[in-house]
Protein backbone atom coordinates (compact mmCIF):
# COMPACT_ATOMS: atom_id res chain seq x y z
CA UNK A 1 0.00 0.00 0.00
CA UNK A 2 1.66 3.20 -0.76
CA UNK A 3 0.41 6.25 1.18
CA UNK A 4 1.25 9.41 -0.73
CA UNK A 5 1.80 12.66 1.62
CA UNK A 6 3.13 16.19 0.34
CA UNK A 7 6.72 16.64 0.29
CA UNK A 8 8.40 19.37 -1.39
CA UNK A 9 9.59 17.67 -4.65
CA UNK A 10 5.99 16.89 -5.58
CA UNK A 11 4.44 13.84 -3.93
CA UNK A 12 6.56 11.63 -1.59
CA UNK A 13 5.73 7.95 -0.36
CA UNK A 14 5.10 6.63 2.86
CA UNK A 15 5.44 3.13 1.09
CA UNK A 16 7.47 0.55 2.71
CA UNK A 17 6.84 -2.44 0.79
CA UNK A 18 10.56 -2.90 -1.44
CA UNK A 19 12.84 -4.07 2.22
CA UNK A 20 11.28 -0.72 3.97
CA UNK A 21 11.54 1.59 0.63
CA UNK A 22 8.60 2.47 -1.56
CA UNK A 23 8.11 -0.40 -4.47
CA UNK A 24 9.20 2.21 -7.01
CA UNK A 25 12.46 1.69 -5.75
CA UNK A 26 12.40 -1.98 -6.88
CA UNK A 27 11.68 -0.95 -10.68
CA UNK A 28 14.23 1.24 -10.62
CA UNK A 29 16.97 -0.70 -9.31
CA UNK A 30 16.22 -3.52 -11.78
CA UNK A 31 16.25 -0.91 -14.49
CA UNK A 32 19.54 0.17 -13.65
CA UNK A 33 21.05 -3.19 -12.68
CA UNK A 34 20.56 -3.83 -16.38
CA UNK A 35 21.56 -0.72 -17.47
CA UNK A 36 24.78 -0.97 -16.20
CA UNK A 37 24.85 -4.63 -16.58
CA UNK A 38 24.69 -3.51 -20.58
CA UNK A 39 27.43 -0.76 -19.75
CA UNK A 40 30.44 -2.11 -17.59
CA UNK A 41 29.87 -5.71 -20.04
CA UNK A 42 30.15 -3.31 -23.32
CA UNK A 43 33.12 -1.42 -21.79
CA UNK A 44 35.10 -4.50 -20.19
CA UNK A 45 35.06 -6.09 -24.11
CA UNK A 46 35.73 -2.35 -25.91
CA UNK A 47 39.49 -1.94 -25.26
CA UNK A 48 40.27 -5.35 -26.41
CA UNK A 49 37.81 -5.04 -29.44
CA UNK A 50 39.50 -1.96 -30.40
CA UNK A 51 42.55 -2.82 -30.67
CA UNK A 52 41.37 -6.74 -31.57
CA UNK A 53 38.86 -6.99 -33.63
CA UNK A 54 39.38 -3.14 -35.58
CA UNK A 55 43.22 -3.26 -35.36
CA UNK A 56 43.53 0.06 -34.48
CA UNK A 57 46.82 1.06 -32.93
CA UNK A 58 46.90 1.12 -28.83
CA UNK A 59 47.29 5.28 -28.35
CA UNK A 60 44.38 5.46 -30.78
CA UNK A 61 42.17 2.84 -28.85
CA UNK A 62 43.36 4.44 -25.61
CA UNK A 63 41.55 8.01 -26.79
CA UNK A 64 39.06 6.58 -28.30
CA UNK A 65 38.08 4.75 -24.82
CA UNK A 66 38.85 7.80 -22.92
CA UNK A 67 36.85 9.76 -25.34
CA UNK A 68 34.13 7.38 -25.09
CA UNK A 69 34.06 6.95 -21.40
CA UNK A 70 33.96 11.15 -20.55
CA UNK A 71 31.55 11.68 -23.08
CA UNK A 72 28.30 8.76 -21.19
CA UNK A 73 28.77 10.99 -18.22
CA UNK A 74 29.20 14.60 -19.97
CA UNK A 75 25.89 13.93 -21.89
CA UNK A 76 23.81 13.52 -18.82
CA UNK A 77 23.92 17.31 -18.06
CA UNK A 78 22.06 17.98 -21.03
CA UNK A 79 19.64 15.15 -20.45
CA UNK A 80 19.58 16.24 -17.03
CA UNK A 81 18.36 19.91 -18.01
CA UNK A 82 15.86 18.66 -20.56
CA UNK A 83 14.26 16.50 -17.89
CA UNK A 84 13.85 19.01 -15.61
CA UNK A 85 12.48 21.35 -17.98
CA UNK A 86 10.53 20.01 -20.53
CA UNK A 87 10.44 15.72 -20.32
CA UNK A 88 10.02 14.77 -17.23
CA UNK A 89 12.18 12.15 -15.94
CA UNK A 90 10.31 9.21 -16.68
CA UNK A 91 10.03 9.91 -20.54
CA UNK A 92 13.54 11.12 -20.56
CA UNK A 93 14.61 7.51 -18.93
CA UNK A 94 12.22 5.56 -21.20
CA UNK A 95 13.95 7.36 -24.31
CA UNK A 96 17.54 6.95 -23.12
CA UNK A 97 16.78 3.22 -22.87
CA UNK A 98 15.70 2.77 -26.20
CA UNK A 99 18.42 4.61 -27.79
CA UNK A 100 20.54 2.09 -25.60
CA UNK A 101 19.14 -0.78 -26.89
CA UNK A 102 20.05 0.33 -30.44
CA UNK A 103 23.23 1.27 -29.56
CA UNK A 104 23.98 -1.94 -27.39
CA UNK A 105 22.12 -3.78 -30.09
CA UNK A 106 24.12 -2.46 -33.55
CA UNK A 107 27.56 -3.32 -31.65
CA UNK A 108 26.40 -7.16 -32.15
CA UNK A 109 27.27 -6.13 -36.14
CA UNK A 110 30.75 -6.43 -36.46
CA UNK A 111 31.98 -7.58 -40.01
CA UNK A 112 34.55 -9.36 -40.72
CA UNK A 113 37.04 -7.20 -38.79
CA UNK A 114 40.04 -5.22 -39.86
CA UNK A 115 43.05 -7.57 -41.95
CA UNK A 116 46.49 -6.76 -41.73
CA UNK A 117 48.82 -7.57 -44.43
CA UNK A 118 52.85 -7.32 -44.34
CA UNK A 119 54.53 -7.31 -46.86
CA UNK A 120 58.29 -9.11 -46.89
CA UNK A 121 60.33 -8.99 -50.07
CA UNK A 122 58.04 -8.23 -52.72
CA UNK A 123 55.13 -10.98 -51.16
CA UNK A 124 51.94 -9.80 -49.26
CA UNK A 125 51.11 -11.89 -45.92
CA UNK A 126 47.89 -11.72 -43.51
CA UNK A 127 48.65 -11.55 -40.19
CA UNK A 128 45.50 -12.61 -38.40
CA UNK A 129 44.66 -13.37 -34.45
CA UNK A 130 43.68 -16.50 -32.87
CA UNK A 131 41.48 -16.18 -30.17
CA UNK A 132 40.73 -12.90 -28.25
CA UNK A 133 41.61 -11.05 -25.53
CA UNK A 134 44.84 -11.81 -23.34
CA UNK A 135 45.34 -15.56 -24.47
CA UNK A 136 45.29 -14.85 -28.51
CA UNK A 137 47.89 -16.09 -30.29
CA UNK A 138 48.84 -13.49 -33.66
CA UNK A 139 49.47 -16.01 -36.93
CA UNK A 140 51.27 -15.64 -40.27
CA UNK A 141 49.24 -16.81 -43.07
CA UNK A 142 51.18 -17.65 -46.80
CA UNK A 143 50.04 -19.57 -49.79
CA UNK A 144 51.55 -22.75 -48.14
CA UNK A 145 50.25 -22.49 -44.65
CA UNK A 146 50.02 -20.65 -41.21
CA UNK A 147 52.57 -20.63 -38.44
CA UNK A 148 52.09 -18.86 -35.34
CA UNK A 149 54.73 -15.78 -35.00
CA UNK A 150 56.12 -13.81 -31.97
CA UNK A 151 58.75 -11.14 -31.40
CA UNK A 152 62.01 -11.20 -29.37
CA UNK A 153 62.72 -8.52 -26.80
CA UNK A 154 63.28 -5.09 -27.87
CA UNK A 155 60.79 -6.34 -31.23
CA UNK A 156 63.60 -6.45 -33.35
CA UNK A 157 63.26 -9.93 -34.60
CA UNK A 158 60.02 -11.20 -35.87
CA UNK A 159 60.64 -14.90 -34.78
CA UNK A 160 58.45 -17.64 -37.07
CA UNK A 161 57.40 -20.67 -35.20
CA UNK A 162 57.08 -22.73 -38.29
CA UNK A 163 59.04 -21.27 -40.77
CA UNK A 164 59.02 -24.74 -43.68
CA UNK A 165 55.36 -24.58 -43.30
CA UNK A 166 54.90 -20.94 -44.48
CA UNK A 167 58.27 -20.78 -46.46
CA UNK A 168 60.02 -18.25 -44.34
CA UNK A 169 62.92 -17.51 -42.47
CA UNK A 170 62.74 -18.63 -39.06
CA UNK A 171 63.60 -14.92 -38.19
CA UNK A 172 62.86 -11.62 -40.05
CA UNK A 173 63.98 -8.49 -38.65
CA UNK A 174 61.65 -5.67 -38.13
CA UNK A 175 62.91 -3.71 -40.42
CA UNK A 176 62.88 -5.40 -43.21
CA UNK A 177 58.42 -5.43 -43.70
CA UNK A 178 56.17 -2.99 -43.55
CA UNK A 179 52.42 -3.73 -42.68
CA UNK A 180 48.82 -2.23 -43.31
CA UNK A 181 46.03 -2.27 -42.18
CA UNK A 182 42.58 -2.91 -44.39
CA UNK A 183 39.53 -1.67 -42.27
CA UNK A 184 35.96 -2.55 -43.28
CA UNK A 185 34.70 1.21 -43.52
CA UNK A 186 31.20 0.08 -43.21
CA UNK A 187 31.56 -1.93 -40.12
CA UNK A 188 34.18 0.81 -38.35
CA UNK A 189 30.84 3.54 -38.93
CA UNK A 190 28.61 0.80 -37.30
CA UNK A 191 31.03 0.85 -34.43
CA UNK A 192 31.26 4.94 -34.01
CA UNK A 193 27.22 5.42 -34.93
CA UNK A 194 26.72 2.45 -31.56
CA UNK A 195 29.26 4.12 -29.46
CA UNK A 196 26.95 7.09 -30.30
CA UNK A 197 23.91 6.46 -29.58
CA UNK A 198 25.10 4.73 -26.00
CA UNK A 199 26.37 8.05 -25.44
CA UNK A 200 23.47 9.85 -25.85
CA UNK A 201 21.33 6.57 -24.10
CA UNK A 202 23.50 7.17 -21.00
CA UNK A 203 23.51 11.04 -21.41
CA UNK A 204 19.58 10.44 -21.25
CA UNK A 205 19.25 8.13 -18.64
CA UNK A 206 22.00 8.13 -15.63
CA UNK A 207 21.54 11.27 -14.10
CA UNK A 208 17.70 11.10 -13.88
CA UNK A 209 17.28 7.17 -12.80
CA UNK A 210 19.17 8.78 -9.84
CA UNK A 211 17.03 12.39 -10.05
CA UNK A 212 13.66 9.59 -9.97
CA UNK A 213 15.28 7.70 -6.78
CA UNK A 214 14.83 11.02 -4.89
CA UNK A 215 11.88 12.04 -5.50
CA UNK A 216 10.73 8.46 -3.99
CA UNK A 217 11.90 10.59 -0.17
CA UNK A 218 10.66 13.39 1.24
CA UNK A 219 13.49 16.24 2.48
CA UNK A 220 13.53 14.83 5.83
CA UNK A 221 12.90 11.25 5.09
CA UNK A 222 15.66 9.19 7.09
CA UNK A 223 15.41 6.74 4.45
CA UNK A 224 16.97 8.12 1.32
CA UNK A 225 20.75 7.11 1.67
CA UNK A 226 19.61 4.04 2.83
CA UNK A 227 17.42 3.85 -0.44
CA UNK A 228 20.40 5.34 -2.71
CA UNK A 229 22.68 2.79 -1.09
CA UNK A 230 20.32 -0.14 -2.15
CA UNK A 231 20.04 1.44 -5.82
CA UNK A 232 23.49 1.51 -5.23
CA UNK A 233 23.70 -2.17 -5.20
CA UNK A 234 21.51 -2.72 -8.27
CA UNK A 235 24.30 -0.54 -9.92
CA UNK A 236 27.03 -3.11 -9.00
CA UNK A 237 25.12 -6.60 -9.04
CA UNK A 238 24.80 -5.53 -12.93
CA UNK A 239 28.86 -4.73 -13.21
CA UNK A 240 29.62 -8.15 -11.33
CA UNK A 241 27.54 -10.15 -13.48
CA UNK A 242 28.34 -8.53 -16.44
CA UNK A 243 31.95 -8.44 -16.07
CA UNK A 244 31.82 -11.86 -15.52
CA UNK A 245 28.98 -13.35 -17.92
CA UNK A 246 29.51 -10.96 -20.73
CA UNK A 247 33.04 -10.97 -20.42
CA UNK A 248 33.52 -14.13 -20.85
CA UNK A 249 31.04 -14.89 -23.39
CA UNK A 250 32.63 -12.19 -25.63
CA UNK A 251 36.67 -13.70 -25.48
CA UNK A 252 35.27 -17.11 -26.12
CA UNK A 253 32.62 -17.45 -28.27
CA UNK A 254 32.69 -13.84 -30.00
CA UNK A 255 32.79 -10.18 -30.02
CA UNK A 256 29.40 -10.45 -31.06
CA UNK A 257 27.86 -12.82 -28.51
CA UNK A 258 29.14 -10.56 -26.08
CA UNK A 259 27.90 -7.03 -27.33
CA UNK A 260 24.42 -8.65 -28.29
CA UNK A 261 23.99 -9.94 -24.58
CA UNK A 262 24.61 -6.91 -23.33
CA UNK A 263 21.91 -5.70 -25.94
CA UNK A 264 19.32 -8.31 -24.85
CA UNK A 265 19.95 -7.14 -20.97
CA UNK A 266 19.16 -3.35 -22.04
CA UNK A 267 16.40 -4.67 -23.55
CA UNK A 268 15.58 -6.40 -19.97
CA UNK A 269 15.84 -3.26 -18.63
CA UNK A 270 13.93 -1.13 -20.73
CA UNK A 271 10.90 -3.74 -20.69
CA UNK A 272 10.94 -3.71 -16.68
CA UNK A 273 11.06 0.07 -16.79
CA UNK A 274 8.07 0.39 -19.69
CA UNK A 275 5.81 -2.44 -17.53
CA UNK A 276 6.48 -0.97 -14.16
CA UNK A 277 6.46 2.06 -14.49
CA UNK A 278 2.83 2.87 -12.93
CA UNK A 279 4.75 2.26 -9.44
CA UNK A 280 6.66 5.57 -9.69
CA UNK A 281 2.82 6.90 -9.31
CA UNK A 282 3.60 9.97 -11.39
CA UNK A 283 6.97 11.38 -9.62
CA UNK A 284 8.84 11.56 -12.65
CA UNK A 285 6.60 13.13 -15.31
CA UNK A 286 6.70 16.22 -16.96
CA UNK A 287 6.74 19.30 -15.23
CA UNK A 288 3.88 20.50 -17.67
CA UNK A 289 1.74 18.52 -20.38
CA UNK A 290 0.55 21.82 -22.43
CA UNK A 291 4.01 22.79 -22.58
CA UNK A 292 5.42 19.93 -24.02
CA UNK A 293 2.35 19.86 -26.70
CA UNK A 294 3.43 23.24 -27.61
CA UNK A 295 4.95 23.53 -31.34
CA UNK A 296 8.67 25.19 -32.01
CA UNK A 297 8.87 24.80 -35.57
CA UNK A 298 6.49 23.78 -37.58
CA UNK A 299 4.63 20.22 -36.83
CA UNK A 300 7.44 19.61 -34.10
CA UNK A 301 6.44 20.26 -30.78
CA UNK A 302 8.78 20.39 -27.53
CA UNK A 303 8.73 16.82 -26.90
CA UNK A 304 9.85 16.46 -30.35
CA UNK A 305 12.23 18.59 -30.25
CA UNK A 306 13.59 17.16 -27.13
CA UNK A 307 14.17 13.41 -28.84
CA UNK A 308 15.58 15.66 -31.83
CA UNK A 309 18.10 17.12 -29.21
CA UNK A 310 19.20 13.33 -28.43
CA UNK A 311 19.58 12.84 -32.42
CA UNK A 312 22.19 15.62 -32.33
CA UNK A 313 24.33 14.39 -29.51
CA UNK A 314 24.17 11.28 -31.58
CA UNK A 315 25.79 13.43 -34.43
CA UNK A 316 28.07 14.93 -32.12
CA UNK A 317 29.08 12.25 -29.88
CA UNK A 318 29.86 10.42 -33.50
CA UNK A 319 32.51 13.38 -34.82
CA UNK A 320 34.07 13.07 -31.42
CA UNK A 321 34.46 9.79 -31.16
CA UNK A 322 35.78 9.62 -34.52
CA UNK A 323 38.29 12.22 -34.14
CA UNK A 324 39.28 11.92 -30.05
CA UNK A 325 42.89 12.05 -30.94
CA UNK A 326 42.44 15.71 -32.47
CA UNK A 327 40.60 17.09 -29.09
CA UNK A 328 43.11 19.14 -27.35
CA UNK A 329 43.89 18.52 -23.34
CA UNK A 330 42.87 21.62 -22.03
CA UNK A 331 39.55 21.44 -23.41
CA UNK A 332 38.85 19.68 -21.06
CA UNK A 333 39.97 21.30 -18.04
CA UNK A 334 38.63 24.70 -19.83
CA UNK A 335 35.35 22.52 -19.94
CA UNK A 336 35.15 21.81 -15.69
CA UNK A 337 36.09 25.36 -15.09
CA UNK A 338 32.86 26.69 -17.33
CA UNK A 339 30.29 24.54 -15.80
CA UNK A 340 31.38 25.29 -12.45
CA UNK A 341 30.91 28.96 -12.76
CA UNK A 342 27.67 28.07 -14.63
CA UNK A 343 25.99 26.45 -11.64
CA UNK A 344 27.69 28.76 -9.05
CA UNK A 345 26.53 31.64 -11.27
CA UNK A 346 22.99 29.72 -11.45
CA UNK A 347 22.97 29.78 -7.44
CA UNK A 348 23.66 33.40 -6.82
CA UNK A 349 21.60 34.73 -9.85
CA UNK A 350 18.81 32.37 -9.75
CA UNK A 351 18.36 31.30 -6.43
CA UNK A 352 17.84 32.88 -2.48
CA UNK A 353 17.80 32.12 0.77
CA UNK A 354 17.87 28.51 1.89
CA UNK A 355 17.43 26.99 -2.00
CA UNK A 356 20.53 29.31 -3.02
CA UNK A 357 22.53 27.99 0.30
CA UNK A 358 21.79 24.23 -0.39
CA UNK A 359 22.35 24.43 -4.20
CA UNK A 360 25.77 25.57 -2.98
CA UNK A 361 26.26 22.43 -0.71
CA UNK A 362 25.30 20.04 -3.61
CA UNK A 363 27.62 21.98 -5.79
CA UNK A 364 30.42 21.54 -3.09
CA UNK A 365 29.01 17.30 -3.01
CA UNK A 366 29.44 17.67 -6.80
CA UNK A 367 33.39 18.87 -6.81
CA UNK A 368 34.30 17.11 -3.61
CA UNK A 369 34.27 13.75 -5.41
CA UNK A 370 36.75 14.74 -8.02
CA UNK A 371 39.63 13.68 -5.58
CA UNK A 372 38.07 10.22 -4.55
CA UNK A 373 37.57 9.73 -8.28
CA UNK A 374 40.45 10.19 -9.21
CA UNK A 375 42.41 7.86 -7.20
CA UNK A 376 39.60 5.32 -7.41
CA UNK A 377 39.65 4.98 -11.14
CA UNK A 378 43.14 3.82 -11.21
CA UNK A 379 41.62 0.27 -10.85
CA UNK A 380 41.33 -0.34 -14.68
CA UNK A 381 44.35 1.55 -15.09
CA UNK A 382 47.45 1.91 -13.28
CA UNK A 383 46.81 -0.53 -10.86
CA UNK A 384 45.42 -2.84 -13.33
CA UNK A 385 48.51 -2.81 -15.35
CA UNK A 386 50.80 -2.96 -11.32
CA UNK A 387 48.59 -5.97 -10.83
CA UNK A 388 49.27 -7.63 -13.83
CA UNK A 389 53.08 -6.50 -13.80
CA UNK A 390 54.42 -6.86 -10.19
CA UNK A 391 51.96 -8.80 -8.26
CA UNK A 392 51.81 -12.18 -6.68
CA UNK A 393 48.44 -13.42 -8.81
CA UNK A 394 48.72 -17.53 -7.93
CA UNK A 395 45.60 -17.86 -5.84
CA UNK A 396 45.42 -21.36 -4.70
CA UNK A 397 47.75 -22.84 -7.57
CA UNK A 398 45.46 -20.88 -10.18
CA UNK A 399 47.30 -17.90 -11.92
CA UNK A 400 43.96 -15.40 -11.53
CA UNK A 401 43.69 -13.28 -14.91
CA UNK A 402 44.34 -9.75 -14.33
CA UNK A 403 40.84 -8.20 -14.95
CA UNK A 404 39.01 -10.51 -12.64
CA UNK A 405 40.89 -8.29 -9.72
CA UNK A 406 38.71 -5.07 -11.08
CA UNK A 407 35.02 -7.50 -10.65
CA UNK A 408 36.52 -7.57 -6.40
CA UNK A 409 34.95 -3.54 -6.07
CA UNK A 410 31.58 -4.47 -7.45
CA UNK A 411 31.75 -7.94 -5.57
CA UNK A 412 32.46 -5.84 -2.12
CA UNK A 413 29.93 -3.81 -3.13
CA UNK A 414 27.26 -6.23 -3.46
CA UNK A 415 28.57 -7.95 -0.31
CA UNK A 416 28.69 -4.59 2.09
CA UNK A 417 25.91 -1.80 0.55
CA UNK A 418 23.01 -3.58 2.09
CA UNK A 419 25.23 -3.84 5.50
CA UNK A 420 26.01 0.45 4.82
CA UNK A 421 22.00 0.47 4.12
CA UNK A 422 21.20 -0.91 7.58
CA UNK A 423 23.89 0.89 9.58
CA UNK A 424 23.13 4.53 8.02
CA UNK A 425 19.13 3.56 9.66
CA UNK A 426 20.31 2.42 12.45
CA UNK A 427 22.59 5.31 13.14
CA UNK A 428 20.08 7.50 12.29
CA UNK A 429 17.56 6.15 14.52
CA UNK A 430 20.29 6.53 17.36
CA UNK A 431 20.71 9.88 15.68
CA UNK A 432 24.34 9.29 15.56
CA UNK A 433 24.45 8.85 11.95
CA UNK A 434 27.46 11.27 10.22
CA UNK A 435 26.39 14.27 8.13
CA UNK A 436 26.51 13.76 4.40
CA UNK A 437 30.17 16.22 4.36
CA UNK A 438 31.72 13.81 6.82
CA UNK A 439 30.79 10.79 5.40
CA UNK A 440 32.35 12.50 2.14
CA UNK A 441 35.67 13.17 4.02
CA UNK A 442 35.83 9.75 5.20
CA UNK A 443 35.19 8.48 1.17
CA UNK A 444 37.95 11.39 0.19
CA UNK A 445 40.32 9.98 3.19
CA UNK A 446 39.57 6.36 2.11
CA UNK A 447 40.90 6.82 -1.04
CA UNK A 448 44.16 8.17 0.29
CA UNK A 449 44.50 4.94 2.56
CA UNK A 450 43.79 2.20 0.23
CA UNK A 451 47.01 3.75 -1.85
CA UNK A 452 48.91 4.43 1.34
CA UNK A 453 48.73 0.11 2.54
CA UNK A 454 49.58 -0.79 -1.25
CA UNK A 455 52.66 1.24 -0.78
CA UNK A 456 53.41 -0.48 2.17
CA UNK A 457 52.21 -3.93 0.20
CA UNK A 458 55.30 -2.64 -2.34
CA UNK A 459 57.86 -1.93 0.21
CA UNK A 460 57.02 -5.58 1.85
CA UNK A 461 57.90 -6.90 -1.33
CA UNK A 462 61.34 -6.14 -1.93
CA UNK A 463 62.67 -6.98 -4.66
CA UNK A 464 60.16 -9.67 -5.19
CA UNK A 465 56.43 -10.12 -6.65
CA UNK A 466 53.93 -7.86 -4.07
CA UNK A 467 51.40 -10.19 -1.79
CA UNK A 468 48.10 -10.66 -3.76
CA UNK A 469 46.39 -9.53 -0.36
CA UNK A 470 47.70 -5.87 -0.57
CA UNK A 471 45.13 -6.02 -4.17
CA UNK A 472 42.49 -7.62 -1.82
CA UNK A 473 43.43 -4.50 0.74
CA UNK A 474 43.52 -1.86 -1.84
CA UNK A 475 40.02 -2.83 -3.53
CA UNK A 476 38.49 -3.21 -0.20
CA UNK A 477 39.48 0.17 1.23
CA UNK A 478 38.28 1.91 -1.85
CA UNK A 479 35.19 0.37 -2.04
CA UNK A 480 34.14 1.33 1.87
CA UNK A 481 35.02 5.08 0.58
CA UNK A 482 32.81 4.65 -2.49
CA UNK A 483 30.25 3.67 -0.17
CA UNK A 484 30.53 6.65 1.85
CA UNK A 485 30.22 9.14 -0.61
CA UNK A 486 29.09 7.91 -4.27
CA UNK A 487 25.80 6.95 -3.26
CA UNK A 488 25.82 9.10 -0.50
CA UNK A 489 26.32 12.03 -3.14
CA UNK A 490 23.53 10.82 -5.36
CA UNK A 491 21.44 11.11 -2.53
CA UNK A 492 22.62 14.74 -1.20
CA UNK A 493 22.39 16.28 -4.70
CA UNK A 494 18.89 14.97 -5.28
CA UNK A 495 18.21 16.19 -1.99
CA UNK A 496 19.48 19.88 -2.08
CA UNK A 497 19.10 20.89 -5.68
CA UNK A 498 15.92 22.39 -5.95
CA UNK A 499 13.51 20.62 -8.15
CA UNK A 500 13.56 22.32 -11.04
CA UNK A 501 17.49 21.69 -11.35
CA UNK A 502 17.19 18.25 -10.05
CA UNK A 503 18.33 17.00 -13.26
CA UNK A 504 20.89 19.37 -14.34
CA UNK A 505 22.73 18.93 -11.29
CA UNK A 506 22.57 14.73 -11.09
CA UNK A 507 23.85 15.85 -14.68
CA UNK A 508 26.53 17.69 -13.29
CA UNK A 509 27.13 14.98 -11.18
CA UNK A 510 28.24 12.47 -13.44
CA UNK A 511 30.11 15.34 -15.61
CA UNK A 512 32.55 15.76 -13.06
CA UNK A 513 32.53 12.05 -12.06
CA UNK A 514 33.37 11.90 -15.88
CA UNK A 515 36.30 14.28 -15.40
CA UNK A 516 37.32 12.68 -12.67
CA UNK A 517 38.48 9.72 -14.59
CA UNK A 518 40.01 12.12 -17.30
CA UNK A 519 42.35 13.29 -14.41
CA UNK A 520 42.57 9.58 -13.29
CA UNK A 521 44.35 9.00 -16.47
CA UNK A 522 46.68 11.74 -15.95
CA UNK A 523 47.89 10.17 -12.84
CA UNK A 524 47.85 6.88 -14.52
CA UNK A 525 50.53 8.55 -16.82
CA UNK A 526 52.85 9.33 -14.06
CA UNK A 527 53.47 6.04 -13.49
CA UNK A 528 54.29 4.76 -16.56
CA UNK A 529 57.07 2.55 -16.75
CA UNK A 530 59.87 1.90 -19.29
CA UNK A 531 58.23 -1.49 -21.27
CA UNK A 532 59.76 -3.15 -23.84
CA UNK A 533 57.00 -5.83 -25.61
CA UNK A 534 54.91 -5.10 -22.78
CA UNK A 535 57.00 -6.34 -20.39
CA UNK A 536 58.89 -4.03 -17.47
CA UNK A 537 62.74 -3.76 -18.10
CA UNK A 538 63.46 -2.80 -14.61
CA UNK A 539 61.60 -3.78 -12.01
CA UNK A 540 63.04 -1.83 -9.12
CA UNK A 541 62.91 1.24 -10.76
CA UNK A 542 59.15 0.86 -11.50
CA UNK A 543 58.05 0.03 -7.82
CA UNK A 544 60.00 2.84 -7.23
CA UNK A 545 57.74 4.98 -9.17
CA UNK A 546 54.88 3.21 -8.05
CA UNK A 547 56.13 4.40 -4.47
CA UNK A 548 56.77 7.82 -5.18
CA UNK A 549 53.32 9.02 -7.39
CA UNK A 550 51.00 6.70 -5.10
CA UNK A 551 52.14 8.43 -1.80
CA UNK A 552 52.57 11.08 -3.26
CA UNK A 553 48.41 11.02 -4.51
CA UNK A 554 47.55 8.97 -0.83
CA UNK A 555 49.08 11.78 1.36
CA UNK A 556 47.12 14.76 -1.03
CA UNK A 557 43.91 12.60 -0.72
CA UNK A 558 43.91 12.33 2.83
CA UNK A 559 45.22 16.20 3.49
CA UNK A 560 42.02 17.13 0.98
CA UNK A 561 39.77 14.53 3.54
CA UNK A 562 40.96 16.11 6.87
CA UNK A 563 40.32 18.92 5.25
CA UNK A 564 36.96 18.45 4.31
CA UNK A 565 35.83 17.13 7.89
CA UNK A 566 37.33 20.38 9.42
CA UNK A 567 35.04 22.48 6.83
CA UNK A 568 31.86 19.86 7.22
CA UNK A 569 29.95 21.94 9.70
CA UNK A 570 29.83 24.74 7.22
CA UNK A 571 28.68 22.50 4.90
CA UNK A 572 26.10 20.85 7.11
CA UNK A 573 24.95 24.91 7.76
CA UNK A 574 24.79 24.89 3.90
CA UNK A 575 22.54 22.08 3.65
CA UNK A 576 19.53 23.24 6.49
CA UNK A 577 18.68 20.02 7.69
CA UNK A 578 15.77 19.91 9.36
CA UNK A 579 13.96 23.21 8.01
N1 LIG B 1 29.99 2.77 -10.44
C1 LIG B 1 29.13 3.92 -10.48
C2 LIG B 1 28.13 3.81 -11.59
O1 LIG B 1 28.37 3.13 -12.54
C3 LIG B 1 30.00 5.12 -10.57
C4 LIG B 1 29.59 6.19 -11.46
C5 LIG B 1 30.41 7.46 -11.27
O2 LIG B 1 31.54 7.52 -11.76
O3 LIG B 1 29.88 8.39 -10.66
O4 LIG B 1 27.08 4.36 -11.49
Known amino acids: MAAVEAGASGTVSTDTSFFGHPRGLAILFATEMWERFSYYGMRGLLILYLT ?24 TIIGGSLADKYLGQRK ?85 YTTRVEKEQLFVNVLYLALALIIAGVGFLKANISTIVGALYGLNDT ?54 QPWLEGRADPPSAEKLKQKV ?44 LYL ?28 FWALFEQAGSSLTLLTARLV ?46 VKFAFGVFLAGLGFLSLVGGIAASGAGLIAVSFIFLIYW ?25 VGMSMGAWFLYSGLSNYLAGVIARG ?29 VAMGIGVFMLIISPIIKKWMHANE
Open 527 to 555: TGAETIGGQLTDVVAAKATYVSVYTNVAY
Open 477 to 501: IHTMGELMLSPVGLSAVTKLAPARA
Open 52 to 75: QHFLFSDERSAVMYGAYTALVYVM
Open 92 to 176: AVTFGAILLVMGHGLMAFEGAGSKEWLTYEGQDYQITLDGRGGDALQILVSDSGRSLISFNDGATQMIIAEPAVVGLPATIPTSS
Open 344 to 371: VGYALTKLAGIERDRMLAAIYFILAQIP
Open 223 to 276: RRDSGFTIFYMGINLGSLLSTIIVGTIGIKYGWNWGFGLAGIGMLAGLMTFLIF
Open 392 to 437: DRTIFGISVPTPVFQSLNAGFIVIFAPLFAWMWIVLSKRKIEPSAP
Open 297 to 340: LGPINVEWACYLTGVGIIVFAMMTVMNAHLVPEWFVGILGIAIF
